[in-house]
């Protein structure tokens, strides 16, 4: 999908390009398997930076106030951000600020939990617990629905929106849900005890041995164009 999305708005691997919010790099890295050439990432967390294997230049840095002058950077991305900042409408205009004029800004992924599908009982108890840990933490938990209008709000033009699909097949994905359960043993680290969650892994496992297991968080995607109202 971000694939996909990148080669619809038509951004070319010499466009230079920030991702706000691009913690351990993992999206840029991809960016620079796939040929994108002038990368450069921002994040709060400088720890997080220190580790991380980012291609090219990076900055520690707020994303609701960005160090750099207008129209920056061709365009702006983002990749589950959204979702952790306290005021979602000044992130992404400020994201707009340092685009130049006709560059995009695109929010490729933000979950939505307030619309995730949990089956069986067992996937659903655990699904109900993530949800009530990320809202701990912080997290808007239902940011993707609302892309489409934050998007709309700070005045981007040809503004786009969607869900990123998903499959399953009985027995096959166990990869998949092997990323899934550390993602969520991360979550739940502080909510239940290694043995609870010991025995709800045995029952998630089961029933996706059986092939009758689904786990499906929502993953929004966004997109709009600098105009030239916005930078009015």
């Not at 109900?128 to 809202?135: F, N, P, V």
Request: hydrophobic share 40%; net charge negative; charged share 25%.
């Amino acid at each position: 999908m971000r694939r996909y999305i990148l080669n619809k708005v038509g951004i070319s691997t010499n466009d230079y390009l920030l991702e706000v919010g691009c913690g351990s790099g993992a999206l840029l890295e991809m960016l620079e398997e796939e040929g994108y050439k002038n990368l450069n990432g921002i994040d709060l967390d400088l720890n997080i930076l220190l580790q991380a294997k980012i291609p090219h230049s990076s900055a520690c840095a707020d994303g609701l106030r960005l160090p750099f002058r207008d129209a920056s950077f061709k365009h702006c991305l983002c990749h589950f951000y959204l979702m952790w900042v306290s005021d979602p409408l000044t992130a992404l205009r400020e994201m707009a600020r340092v685009t130049t004029l006709g560059g995009w800004v695109l929010a490729l992924a933000e979950p939505d939990y307030g619309g995730r599908i949990d089956y069986p009982q067992t996937l659903e108890r655990l699904g109900e617990m993530q949800t009530e840990a990320l809202r701990a933490q912080g997290a808007e938990t239902r940011m993707g629905r609302r892309l489409l209008a934050l998007l709309t709000e700070c005045g981007l033009s040809e503004v786009s929106a969607g869900i990123i699909s998903a499959q399953w097949k009985p027995g096959t994905d166990t990869n998949s849900f092997k990323t899934d359960w550390h993602v969520l043993t991360r979550d739940l680290v502080d909510m239940i005890t290694a043995d609870e969650l010991d025995t709800l892994r045995s029952g998630a496992e089961a029933s996706t041995s059986k092939g009758e297991g689904i786990w499906f968080v929502p993953i929004f995607y966004a997109y709009g164009r600098v105009s030239i109202e916005n930078k009015d």
